[in-house]
Structures are given as structure tokens and as C-alpha cells.
């Protein structure tokens, strides 16, 4: 590599020279060489990111899945479906992981409609608070593919990245496949990719704790090829990608409760809706365990104060989800294993004191693009990735709390698939009353493109088309709406007419807009995240875990 950017440096030399000059810059000529290949060298992972990030990309993508996915329902004929959890583990099986191997990464899996996000990013912060090396897996990513991949709450490096993506790669390429008509293709999906990386990574890395987000439903997600998981939960449940899931509560909390595995502890938090709890129950009774339901966050003795109350279900539920699986993972081995409040009810689990390493875990979790705030000269953007009619109501709820009264209100939004959009702006229209509200595409900007973001060139016009559709179906004669074609435009507008009256933006509807528009706000966020020094665990006392488990909680 540095003998190629050498001679790119003759090149330039030869131009030089034969342009005339050579008395003016053949003396610095070599000091130029030297710094020319220092910065390119320097540049190199850069390079072989964008290369990985070009083969992932060409893998089938997450919009083909959904769209088999929404064949098969309508025809009924679920041969894909069916068969996604067995094509997965036939994937870890050419790169030599077995059972045994995933059974070491002692996971903890997380599904449910609304939180699991949330949800999982809470108890990892928690677990490595308690000083135990954590992996974490997520979807969708904002900006980059490899947010999806997490070691010890940072997004994974990309040498790292790079190193492990082409490493698998190169075994799918040589491996043998001794019946190519009844097996599955050499390279997975984009999706699959990644999940079987996630594990692969998590293994080699030899991390102590594996938190894994269902990407969708659960049953037959590709994460669930775990077969011995140490904890499950179920955040809250909706209605989201009906058209895969079904229309219907109880088929939506049927396939997430696919993920509850024989003597394994689910824990669910109490439902929003009421008729999913008996399908979890029986989906749990059926696998030999019982569904826990965690208590609100208030009946804890110490609750921590959260910036938002729209985190406090997933709050309780992450703190009862490190707990059992501490317990678990000591083997019952400490102290007493009893919560110093027990609970009358065997199908709930009771409040405790939190110890200091939990509320540590909980007030220094950072889950980007939720509850996420950027501060500017004139403007604030208040961004969430709330994307459900529950979540939308927590997230006004959120921004009438968060921004000041006396600022201009904006509303950026736009909303992927089946999701009504027009549904989504009244609910909003309940809690605030915007002065103005834009519709924009999940497209940062016309002029430059971040890889692990493109969309398809159909797909994109698609979703302008669409955002200018709704700004002229916009029948509210009171608040005056306007459409954009990008990201970057619709901020260049809202901060030029910012600067005689400041405002406050609110930015939702969909994780792939926020994404959109930390491309534009920030777009340094990921190297920022991955510069910070590792946290000193030091000074948390000795005898927590012990406290944890004994009656003096």
C-alpha cells in the first residue's frame, strides 16, 4: 500500500517537473512525500471500512427480507420464514460455532415493540457497571453498519470492524458446500450478516455477557438461533409491521413470545395491552417457566431521576433483568438469594434497593437517537426514533416537557412502510401545537452520500415523492406545512428563519430520519462516542452484589 501511494507521489513529481518548476519545489518535494503518505497511511482503515461496508451492502437488503416477508403472508406459503432461524445456524455452523460456544456468551435476548432498544442498551450499561465485559447487538443503525455491533458500550472500532467482517467473509468464500441446490446461498442477507458476525465477534472477543435486540417479531428472527439463553424479556407491545407480524394483538405478541425457551426466566413489563399477557403466559407455561412481570419504577426504595419518564418501564425492567441474570450467572452462590421485599404474587417480582453500580449503569447510558438532544446557536432539535402510536404520545409528552415555551415550535417527521403518517401528527397535536411542520425523506442530503445509509435510487425517489405528496394532502389550514427533498435542506430552512425568533424542533417518526439528520447535525457523533475514555469503576464498594442479594436490601 505505501509503495502504491509512492509512486502516486512520482507521478505528481514527473507533472511537476515537466510543468517547469522543479527549482521551486524539488526541495520540499520528499518533506510533501513523507507527509503525503503519512496521511493517506492514516486514511488507510477509512479505505478498507467503505470497502467491507461495499460487499455488505451488496448482500440481499433489510427491504428485500420485508418484502419476502410480506409475500409470504399474503400468499401464506411461509417456506422463508419457516426456515430462517435453521438457515442462520447453518451460517455459524461454516464458520465453526456451535451450541456449546453460544451457550458461553450467556445472552440475554430482548424483544417486544416499543423499548427493546432502549430496553437492551440500559442492561448492558448496567452489567458493565458491575465491571463485566459486555457485547451488544442492535438494529436498525443510524449512521454507520457497524453501530450494530457494540463491545463494552462502544460501537465497535473500524480495523476491528474491518478485521473481523473480512475474516468471515473470506471463510463463507472458501468454504464447501457439498449440496448447492439444497443449501443455502454462500453469503447470507445483509441482516444475517451482521447478526452472525455479532456472535462471531462476542466469541472471539470472549465478552461475559451477549445483549442481543430481536431486529423483528422473535420466533423467527435470525437472532433466535440461541438456543440456551440465560435470560429472555418482552418490552411492550404494539402494533408495528403488521403486514408480517399480523393485525391482531394476540398474533403480534405470538411471534414475540417465540423467543421464550424451555426453563429460561421471561420478564415482561405490564402490558399496555391486555390481551397479549395470556398469549406470553401460555407461550411461557408451554416452555416449562412463568412470565415475571417487573414492578414500576416508583415502588423502588432509591429510583434514579430519569431526564424522561418515558424510560421509567424500561428502567425497571433493565434493572430486573441484571439482576436475574447475576444471580444466574453466580450459580446462586452468594449470600442469600432473596429480595429483601417479596412479592405476594409468583407471577411478579419485587422492588429492591438499587445498588450504586445499577444507577451508575442507568444515569450514564447513552442510547443515541432516542430522547436525544443537539444544541445550536438559534435552534434545539429534540430527536426520537418513535415510530408506534404509543411511542409517539410518550415522545410529545417528552418535547413539551423538554423545550422552552417561549421558542418557535417545528416539527420534522416522516414515517417508513405501513405507518400512517397523518395518524401520527394528530397524536402529536394533542400534547403541543406546532407553528410549523415539515415532511422529509430519511435522505441526509443530495450532495454527499454516507454508504451505510443509501437507499436504493427507487426507493428514494419514492420517499421524496412521498414527502411532498403529504405536504399537499395537508388539510389544517392553521399550521403551515412544507415539504423537503432532504434533511439538509429542511435544516438550512429551519435555521435561516431562526435567527429573529429561536426554536424548538421536534424531530420523529422514524429511527432512519434521525440517522438522516445526525449525518447533517453531527456528523463526527460516532468517532466522538469512541474517543472517550473508558470509565473508572474504582470506587464502587466491594459488597454490592453481595447487598444485592441479601435481606438487608
Same mark, same amino acid.
Given at each position: 500500500?505505501?509503495?502504491?501511494?509512492?509512486?502516486?507521489?512520482?507521478?505528481?513529481?514527473?507533472?511537476?517537473?515537466?510543468?517547469?518548476?522543479?527549482?521551486?519545489?524539488?526541495?520540499?518535494?520528499?518533506?510533501?512525500?513523507?507527509?503525503?503518505?503519512?496521511?493517506?497511511?492514516?486514511?488507510?482503515?477509512?479505505?478498507?471500512?467503505?470497502?467491507?461496508?461495499?460487499?455488505?451492502?451488496?448482500?440481499?437488503?433489510?427491504?428485500?427480507?420485508?418484502?419476502?416477508?410480506?409475500?409470504?403472508?399474503? *400468499? =401464506?406459503?411461509? &417456506?422463508?420464514?419457516?426456515?430462517?432461524? %435453521?438457515?442462520? !445456524?447453518?451460517? +455459524? @455452523?461454516?464458520?465453526? /460455532?456451535?451450541?456449546?460456544?453460544?451457550?458461553?456468551?450467556?445472552?440475554?435476548?430482548?424483544?417486544?415493540?416499543?423499548?427493546?432498544?432502549?430496553?437492551?442498551?440500559?442492561?448492558?450499561?448496567?452489567?458493565?457497571?458491575?465491571?463485566?465485559? *459486555? =457485547?451488544?447487538? &442492535?438494529?436498525?443503525?443510524?449512521?454507520? %453498519?457497524?453501530? !450494530?455491533?457494540? +463491545? @463494552?458500550?462502544?460501537? /465497535?472500532?473500524?480495523?476491528?470492524?474491518?478485521?473481523?467482517?473480512?475474516?468471515?467473509?473470506?471463510?463463507?468464500?472458501?468454504?464447501?458446500?457439498?449440496?448447492?441446490?439444497?443449501?443455502?446461498?454462500?453469503?447470507?442477507?445483509?441482516?444475517?450478516?451482521?447478526?452472525?458476525?455479532?456472535?462471531?465477534?462476542?466469541?472471539?472477543?470472549?465478552?461475559?455477557?451477549?445483549?442481543?435486540?430481536?431486529?423483528?417479531?422473535?420466533?423467527?428472527?435470525?437472532?433466535?438461533?440461541?438456543?440456551?439463553?440465560?435470560?429472555?424479556?418482552?418490552?411492550?407491545?404494539?402494533?408495528?409491521?403488521?403486514?408480517?407480524?399480523?393485525?391482531?394483538?394476540?398474533?403480534?405478541?405470538?411471534?414475540?413470545?417465540?423467543?421464550?425457551?424451555?426453563?429460561?426466566?421471561?420478564?415482561?413489563?405490564?402490558?399496555?395491552?391486555?390481551?397479549?399477557?395470556?398469549?406470553?403466559?401460555?407461550?411461557?407455561?408451554?416452555?416449562?417457566?412463568?412470565?415475571?412481570?417487573?414492578?414500576?419504577?416508583?415502588?423502588?426504595?432509591?429510583?434514579?431521576?430519569?431526564?424522561?419518564?418515558?424510560?421509567?418501564?424500561?428502567?425497571?425492567?433493565?434493572?430486573?433483568?441484571?439482576?436475574?441474570?447475576?444471580?444466574?450467572?453466580?450459580?446462586?452462590?452468594?449470600?442469600?438469594?432473596?429480595?429483601?421485599?417479596?412479592?405476594?404474587?409468583?407471577?411478579?417480582?419485587?422492588?429492591?434497593?438499587?445498588?450504586?453500580?445499577?444507577?451508575?449503569?442507568?444515569?450514564?447510558?447513552?442510547?443515541?437517537?432516542?430522547?436525544?438532544?443537539?444544541?445550536?446557536?438559534?435552534?434545539?432539535?429534540?430527536?426520537?426514533?418513535?415510530?408506534?402510536?404509543?411511542?409517539?404520545?410518550?415522545?410529545?409528552?417528552?418535547?413539551?416537557?423538554?423545550?422552552?415555551?417561549?421558542?418557535?415550535?417545528?416539527?420534522?417527521?416522516?414515517?417508513?412502510?405501513?405507518?400512517?403518517?397523518?395518524?401520527?401528527?394528530?397524536?402529536?397535536?394533542?400534547?403541543?401545537?406546532?407553528?410549523?411542520?415539515?415532511?422529509?425523506?430519511?435522505?441526509?442530503?443530495?450532495?454527499?452520500?454516507?454508504?451505510?445509509?443509501?437507499?436504493?435510487?427507487?426507493?428514494?425517489?419514492?420517499?421524496?415523492?412521498?414527502?411532498?405528496?403529504?405536504?399537499?394532502?395537508?388539510?389544517?389550514?392553521?399550521?403551515?406545512?412544507?415539504?423537503?427533498?432532504?434533511?439538509?435542506?429542511?435544516?438550512?430552512?429551519?435555521?435561516?428563519?431562526?435567527?429573529?425568533?429561536?426554536?424548538?424542533?421536534?424531530?420523529?417518526?422514524?429511527?432512519?430520519?434521525?440517522?438522516?439528520?445526525?449525518?447533517?447535525?453531527?456528523?463526527?457523533?460516532?468517532?466522538?462516542?469512541?474517543?472517550?475514555?473508558?470509565?473508572?469503576?474504582?470506587?464502587?464498594?466491594?459488597?454490592?452484589?453481595?447487598?444485592?442479594?441479601?435481606?438487608?436490601?
Amino acid at each position: 500500500y505505501q509503495r502504491r501511494v509512492r509512486g502516486n507521489m512520482l507521478g505528481v513529481r514527473k507533472f511537476l517537473l515537466g510543468r517547469r518548476i522543479e527549482c521551486f519545489l524539488k526541495p520540499v518535494l520528499p518533506a510533501v512525500t513523507t507527509i503525503y503518505c503519512a496521511r493517506m497511511m492514516s486514511a488507510e482503515p477509512s479505505f478498507k471500512y467503505e470497502a467491507a461496508i461495499e460487499k455488505l451492502m451488496s448482500l440481499p437488503s433489510v427491504t428485500s427480507v420485508l418484502k419476502t416477508a410480506e409475500k409470504e403472508s399474503q *400468499t =401464506g406459503n411461509y &417456506s422463508v420464514r419457516n426456515s430462517n432461524v %435453521a438457515v442462520t !445456524r447453518t451460517y +455459524l @455452523n461454516r464458520l465453526g /460455532i456451535t451450541t456449546e460456544d453460544m451457550d458461553k456468551l450467556r445472552v440475554i435476548h430482548v424483544a417486544g415493540t416499543k423499548g427493546k432498544g432502549s430496553t437492551c442498551a440500559l442492561t448492558e450499561s448496567i452489567l458493565r457497571h458491575c465491571g463485566y465485559s *459486555t =457485547g451488544f447487538t &442492535s438494529s436498525p443503525h443510524l449512521m454507520e %453498519a457497524r453501530e !450494530r455491533i457494540r +463491545l @463494552n458500550g462502544k460501537v /465497535i472500532p473500524r480495523d476491528l470492524f474491518c478485521h473481523y467482517f473480512n475474516e468471515i467473509w473470506s471463510r463463507f468464500q472458501k468454504c464447501h458446500i457439498a449440496d448447492p441446490d439444497n443449501s443455502p446461498p454462500r453469503f447470507p442477507s445483509f441482516l444475517k450478516y451482521i447478526v452472525v458476525m455479532s456472535y462471531y465477534v462476542f466469541i472471539k472477543e470472549k465478552v461475559d455477557v451477549a445483549v442481543v435486540e430481536v431486529g423483528l417479531g422473535g420466533r423467527y428472527d435470525c437472532t433466535n438461533v440461541i438456543e440456551h439463553p440465560t435470560v429472555t424479556a418482552i418490552t411492550h407491545l404494539g402494533y408495528d409491521h403488521c403486514s408480517v407480524l399480523g393485525y391482531t394483538i394476540e398474533e403480534i405478541a405470538s411471534e414475540k413470545a417465540g423467543i421464550i425457551k424451555p426453563g429460561v426466566p421471561v420478564l415482561t413489563v405490564n402490558q399496555h395491552y391486555s390481551k397479549s399477557l395470556p398469549v406470553l403466559e401460555e407461550e411461557a407455561a408451554h416452555n416449562n417457566t412463568a412470565i415475571l412481570q417487573v414492578p414500576p419504577l416508583s415502588h423502588y426504595p432509591n429510583p434514579p431521576v430519569l431526564d424522561s419518564e418515558t424510560w421509567s418501564d424500561n428502567v425497571s425492567l433493565s434493572l430486573q433483568i441484571a439482576k436475574k441474570w447475576l444471580h444466574l450467572y453466580n450459580q446462586g452462590k452468594l449470600n442469600g438469594l432473596q429480595n429483601g421485599v417479596t412479592s405476594t404474587d409468583p407471577c411478579k417480582v419485587a422492588p429492591f434497593k438499587i445498588p450504586e453500580p445499577f444507577l451508575r449503569g442507568i444515569t450514564r447510558c447513552k442510547w443515541p437517537g432516542r430522547n436525544h438532544v443537539i444544541a445550536r446557536e438559534h435552534v434545539t432539535y429534540h430527536m426520537d426514533g418513535a415510530h408506534t402510536p404509543v411511542s409517539i404520545k410518550l415522545c410529545a409528552k417528552w418535547f413539551k416537557h423538554s423545550a422552552l415555551s417561549n421558542r418557535r415550535k417545528v416539527l420534522i417527521v416522516n414515517t417508513t412502510r405501513d405507518r400512517n403518517l397523518p395518524d401520527f401528527v394528530k397524536i402529536i397535536r394533542q400534547d403541543i401545537t406546532p407553528d410549523l411542520i415539515i415532511f422529509c425523506p430519511n435522505i441526509a442530503s443530495s450532495n454527499y452520500i454516507v454508504k451505510d445509509c443509501e437507499w436504493p435510487e427507487d426507493i428514494k425517489q419514492a420517499m421524496i415523492k412521498k414527502a411532498h405528496q403529504n405536504r399537499t394532502e395537508w388539510d389544517c389550514s392553521d399550521i403551515p406545512a412544507l415539504s423537503f427533498s432532504s434533511v439538509e435542506e429542511a435544516i438550512n430552512h429551519v435555521e435561516g428563519s431562526s435567527v429573529q425568533q429561536e426554536s424548538d424542533v421536534l424531530i420523529t417518526g422514524s429511527l432512519h430520519l434521525i440517522g438522516a439528520c445526525l449525518q447533517v447535525l453531527q456528523p463526527n457523533f460516532l468517532d466522538e462516542e469512541i474517543g472517550k475514555e473508558d470509565e473508572d469503576y474504582s470506587t464502587i464498594s466491594e459488597n454490592w452484589e453481595e447487598n444485592l442479594f441479601s435481606n438487608r436490601c
